[in-house]
């Protein structure tokens, strides 16, 4: 809610909890809950002699999120990730991390596609 509001979100389905479905969650609270991952990624990712120091050399470079259903209010997911791309690029490599939401139904909420670009680093 307080998202939606504070980018002039007012659609219903944010703001209105007597709809039959209830509310639902802005489609941007991905990134709330995925970063969680992301910023702590050496904790998570299981990859043997990955160079993560290399980190401190990137950005947010790209972002794509494909909604499945929409996430509701309290659900409890767990969220799983992968590295889905290193691509070489002009201006360095592009990290690109898969994570696919699941609700407690083992039902697939959402996928989310983060990129970054590690300025100056060679793939």
Not at 2 to 30: E, K, T
Request: charged share 15%; aromatic share 12%.
């Amino acid at each position: 809610m307080n998202f939606a509001a504070s980018i002039q979100d007012g659609a219903d389905c944010y703001f209105d909890d007597l709809r039959p479905d209830g509310i639902v969650a802005h489609p941007m609270l991905v990134g709330a809950l995925t970063w969680q991952i992301s910023s702590r990624l050496p904790e998570y990712l299981i990859a043997e002699g990955f160079p993560f120091h290399l980190s401190q050399h990137q950005v947010h470079f790209s972002e794509s999120i494909f909604w499945h259903r929409p996430l509701r209010a309290g659900e409890q997911l767990t969220i799983e990730g992968q590295v889905a791309a290193i691509i070489p690029s002009r201006g360095g490599t592009h990290l690109v991390v898969q994570y696919d939401a699941y609700d407690s139904d083992g039902s697939l909420v959402f996928t989310e596609y983060p990129g970054a670009l590690l300025r100056g680093v060679r793939c």
